[in-house]
């Protein structure tokens, strides 16, 4: 997951449970505030009846036989109530209660503050009403209003977060998209800084350009020392071929001599090829390569084929093609791909016997493309099979020197275009080598 | 024939050298890209034999600089770098081949016999071969005006050994000019055997050969009669 839309749901999440929160806690909130307001309107009015009375006895507001006091305002919202309590000793607390009052037959929430006094040697009650039921629709109004006032600011707050993390994170994605998607290997990195004021990401630009600039130095110091250990190695090879054939051309010198100087000519060809095989290898694995091409395996195949008819007329051999489906591997290197088919062909020649029989196929598996290569030549033991790619193995000694680089140059390949290779065999009866290319990767 | 052998492996230019002399051709060696190019004004050669390392300058700057100036010698280019892209860029900048090291000396011989009659293509050249006439351009070789039919390796084995006559010519060197290296030397050495077989016959239906010499245990030679 991307680390922008990371961010935007953490925040979308994040202020919705304060949305969520606080809209729990809204009502409470309310309230709390309302009867706080309330309770103190109460007191105040409790302490002025008081002060009345002190004032002006009791006698003043009170009915004359039970010395009770009631009073309503006409909408019913306040009333005051004063009346004596019988067998009441002590003053009672002053208690604030929400109670639902009737009045004149109609019942409706009350607040009341009830608060005991002694007036002439009797004990009196003062209750002091206020309606809610008004407060308490004024209530729900505040709560709704501050809610949808919270939700549409955190709404608003998303867009604005979720824009600057846009924004903030855009060298991180120049980085990503410019620098690292798509740079296969060092030499083609994109070392063009990143504009950015983060300190964090020009850390992370710098940094990532420096490592690459060393990986692309190392890189090239590679590439160029395959070349000079190349140039090193096949120029005294040239010489000592040059000189061995001006001396093979000297009329005068024995038949003995002339083995020994072709012997040492045919030594240095090795050499070369050796040479050749090891740095080719390396190159490969150095992706020094491109796989920019488009390869039709069918007819890669039948060019092979026709390349080897003389070998295989010699040897008196016969190859069959019988059933060869059209397929085209994108992204591979022709050459490369022609090598790896022609080396284990080559094998399949080598190591046949006379009068012997290679057959090719290569067809649509599932979600392979198969191409299998079997020959009837003298196979490989089964604890032998699991070497055959490392370099410099070699089993069939009673068969042609070689020197095994064939097999690790198909392994090689093969590796660098992702295939699967594997490999069957019957000591006596003959090898199949199998060559899998994913389907997948083309349409 | 004037050829100029541009190689600072003094050894090697030295066999190049005693090679193309015996082979016939006036060589001089320049031992660097500065000397080459100055040898190449005062002088007309029909080659230059270019090496691509040299100690001064590259190669393919010389092959630049030559073609600039329009000299009209024809151009080898030879390397011991593994570079395949020094093939094509030794090829655009309009050398007319290219030879990897270590390559065989009959080999360069015959690949400036192949640029020859490139570049004089016109004329018809037959080559007489013991009374076998050797028609190169039409790939034809015919004995008393009876044709005989020969494969195309067969072909440019019976060329190769005709271009070399009176000179052996090894197993491996036969092969790395009919094969280059499809396989490995040792063992393509045996099918080189194998052609000579089919091609004796042939040729032997018509007329007694006892001038395809076999060089025991090394090669073959074509004698004069």
């Known amino acids: 997951m991307k680390l922008q839309l990371k961010l935007a749901i953490y925040n979308a999440l994040s202020k919705a449970l304060v949305v969520l929160a606080f809209g729990a806690l809204m009502p409470f909130i309310v309230e709390k505030v309302v009867y706080n307001h309330i309770d103190q309107r109460l007191k105040a009015r409790t302490s002025?009846?008081?002060?009345?009375?002190?004032?002006?006895?009791?006698?003043?507001?009170?009915?004359?036989?039970?010395?009770?006091?009631?009073?309503?305002?006409?909408?019913?919202?306040?009333?005051?109530?004063?009346?004596?309590?019988?067998?009441?000793?002590?003053?009672?607390?002053?208690?604030?209660?929400?109670?639902?009052?009737?009045?004149d037959g109609e019942k409706l929430n009350h607040r009341i503050i009830r608060q005991s006094f002694i007036y002439d040697n009797q004990i009196y009650s003062l209750q002091i009403g206020e309606g809610i039921d008004s407060l308490n629709k004024l209530k729900n109004t505040i709560g709704r209003v501050a809610l949808w006032a919270t939700i549409l600011t955190i709404i608003a707050s998303i867009f604005v977060d979720v824009g600057y993390a846009r924004l903030l994170l855009r060298p991180l994605n120049e980085i990503v998209e410019r620098k690292l998607k798509g740079t296969k290997d060092p030499v083609h990195f994109n070392d063009v800084p990143v504009q950015t004021t983060t300190l964090e990401f020009q850390q992370l630009d710098i940094s990532l350009t420096e490592l690459m600039q060393r990986i692309k130095s190392a890189f090239l110091t590679e590439k160029e020392f395959i070349s000079n250990v190349s140039h090193e190695l096949q120029t005294p090879i040239s010489i000592l071929k040059s000189r061995f054939e001006n001396m093979l051309m000297d009329e005068k010198i024995d038949d003995d001599v002339a083995d020994k100087l072709d012997d040492s000519i045919r030594k240095l060809n090795r050499m070369s090829k050796i040479i050749k095989s090891l740095l080719m290898i390396s190159k490969i694995d150095n992706e020094q390569f491109l796989k920019n091409e488009t390869v039709n395996i069918k007819a890669l195949l039948q060019e092979i084929?026709?390349?080897?008819?003389?070998?295989?007329?010699?040897?008196?051999?016969?190859?069959?093609?019988?059933?060869?489906?059209?397929?085209?591997?994108?992204?591979?290197?022709?050459?490369?791909?022609?090598?790896?088919?022609?080396?284990?062909?080559?094998?399949?020649?080598?190591?046949?016997?006379?009068?012997?029989?290679?057959?090719?196929?290569?067809?649509?598996?599932?979600?392979?493309?198969?191409?299998?290569?079997?020959?009837?030549?003298?196979?490989?033991?089964?604890?032998?099979?699991?070497?055959?790619?490392d370099r410099f193995k070699k089993f069939n000694k009673s068969t042609e020197p070689s020197f095994g680089l064939g097999l690790a140059i198909v392994k090689t390949i093969s590796d660098f275009h992702r295939l699967t290779l594997s490999v069957s065999s019957e000591a006596n009866k003959g090898t199949t080598f199998r060559v899998e290319f994913p389907v997948s990767s083309f349409t | 024939m004037n050829v100029l052998i541009v190689e600072d492996e003094r050894s090697l230019s030295h066999e190049m050298e005693i090679y193309l002399t015996k082979q016939g051709l006036h060589c001089d060696v320049a031992f660097t890209g500065a000397k080459a190019l100055e040898m190449m004004w005062v002088n007309s050669y029909d080659f230059v034999l270019l090496d691509i390392g040299l100690p001064d300058t590259n190669g393919f700057e010389i092959l630049k600089e030559a073609k600039k100036n329009a000299i009209d010698s024809a151009f080898i280019v030879l390397t011991a770098r593994s570079e395949t892209d020094d093939k094509i860029l030794g090829l655009d900048l309009g050398a007319d081949d290219y030879l990897a090291k270590p390559f065989s000396l009959?080999?360069?011989?015959?690949?400036?016999?192949?640029?020859?009659?490139?570049?004089?293509?016109?004329?018809?050249?037959?080559?007489?071969?013991?009374?076998?006439?050797?028609?190169?351009?039409?790939?034809?070789?015919?004995?008393?005006?009876?044709?005989?039919?020969?494969?195309?390796?067969?072909?440019?084995?019976?060329?190769?050994?005709?271009?070399?006559?009176?000179?052996?010519?090894?197993?491996?060197?036969?092969?790395?000019?009919?094969?280059?290296?499809?396989?490995?030397?040792?063992?393509?050495?045996?099918?080189?055997?194998?052609?000579?077989?089919?091609l004796r016959k042939k040729l032997a239906a018509h007329a007694p050969i006892e001038w395809f010499e076999t060089v025991r245990g090394i090669g073959y030679r074509l004698n004069a009669q």
């Open chain 2, 106 to 198: 009959p080999e360069l011989h015959a690949r400036m016999q192949a640029i020859l009659r490139r570049k004089h293509g016109l004329k018809v050249q037959i080559i007489d071969i013991n009374g076998f006439m050797m028609d190169y351009q039409n790939r034809t070789l015919t004995y008393e005006e009876t044709p005989v039919v020969l494969t195309k390796k067969e072909f440019d084995l019976l060329h190769y050994l005709a271009l070399h006559k009176g000179r052996v010519l090894s197993r491996s060197q036969l092969t790395e000019h009919i094969w280059g290296d499809v396989m490995d030397d040792d063992y393509d050495s045996n099918y080189i055997d194998v052609h000579v077989k089919n």
């Open chain 1, 305 to 389: 084929v026709e390349d080897f008819q003389e070998h295989l007329s010699t040897k008196n051999i016969r190859l069959y093609m019988q059933h060869l489906d059209d397929f085209e591997f994108p992204n591979a290197n022709r050459t490369l791909l022609f090598t790896l088919f022609s080396n284990i062909i080559t094998n399949a020649i080598k190591y046949n016997v006379e009068n012997g029989q290679i057959d090719i196929s290569a067809s649509k598996q599932n979600d392979v493309f198969v191409v299998e290569i079997r020959d009837t030549g003298v196979g490989i033991v089964k604890e032998n099979l699991s070497h055959i790619f």
């Open chain 1, 48 to 103: 002025k009846v008081l002060r009345i009375i002190e004032k002006g006895g009791l006698n003043d507001i009170a009915r004359e036989s039970d010395c009770t006091f009631e009073s309503y305002n006409i909408l019913k919202e306040e009333f005051i109530l004063i009346e004596p309590l019988s067998g009441m000793k002590d003053v009672k607390p002053t208690v604030i209660t929400n109670e639902e009052w009737e009045i």
